[in-house]
């Protein structure tokens, strides 16, 4: 299994630039999160689906961010107007569908986002 | 609100001691435990996840431990090596809260040769 993809790794864009994240979770799962990651605040999520619906995205900070999964192998977190706040790392994760161990997060490596 | 710490912030050994990591979470209705592991530029590795049921689990030369109704939760690493240096995170799943975990804000380990 590849784990979980994202792309691109690194990302630099200008003040005022739309940037655009991608994730490709691992098959078979049913979840999967979006989480930005600073030295000020440490991991924090942003939004998650199950089955392709977002189910709770009240950490999203502002409406300059926008998430998508149109289905069950790709997501997109859209930042537009972006701003130097918004440079930290942005991380994708996904779990396998029941209960118990599945609960078990794994997560991409990641996009380096810098906003200058 | 559920809030996670771990203590310290940062630790440095010299290779081949045992130590422990420490993690406190405030509310004690969780669902399971997980520690992760980072390295610099990279994405978390998960190490070991403890359902709400288990007192401990156990990968090699890593044993975590959970105590519910203490609000706590122990990694303790076996003979150290410096590839063992890494941020270590540890993370709840509050029981009721579909899949979010809470993340605390880890502790960089340093294994000295």
């Known amino acids: 299994d590849a784990g979980v993809i994202q792309s691109p790794r690194h990302e630099v864009t200008e003040m005022g630039q739309e940037v655009t994240l991608r994730c490709k979770p691992i098959?078979?799962?049913?979840?999967l999160f979006w989480y930005r990651q600073t030295m000020m605040r440490g991991l924090e999520l942003l939004i998650y689906?199950?089955?392709?619906?977002?189910?709770?995205d009240s950490g999203m900070p502002e409406d300059r961010f926008s998430a998508k999964m149109p289905n069950a192998s790709f997501s997109t977190l859209k930042i537009q107007p972006s701003e130097p706040r918004d440079s930290a790392v942005y991380f994708c994760?996904?779990?396998?569908?029941?209960?118990?161990?599945?609960?078990?997060?794994?997560f991409g490596p990641g996009t380096r986002l810098t906003v200058l | 609100k559920q809030e996670v710490t771990q203590i310290p912030a940062a630790l440095s050994v010299p290779e081949g001691e045992n130590l422990v990591l420490n993690c406190s979470f405030t509310d004690s209705a969780i669902y399971n435990l997980q520690w992760f592991r980072q390295d610099p530029g990279k994405g978390l590795t998960s190490l070991l996840l403890i359902q709400s049921s288990q007192r401990e689990q156990t990968s090699g030369r890593l044993n975590a431990s959970l105590d519910k109704s203490s609000g706590r939760s122990t990694l303790y690493i076996a003979a150290s090596q410096p590839g063992d240096s890494a941020t270590y995170l540890c993370?709840?799943?509050?029981?009721?809260?579909?899949?979010?975990?809470?993340f605390g804000s880890g502790t960089q380990l340093t294994v000295l040769p």
């Open positions: 994760a996904s779990t396998p569908p029941g209960g118990g161990r599945r609960n078990e997060q794994f």
């Open positions: 689906f199950n089955n392709n619906v977002p189910i709770d």
């Open positions: 993370a709840v799943l509050v029981s009721g809260s579909a899949r979010q975990l809470t």
């Open positions: 098959s078979g799962h049913d979840y």
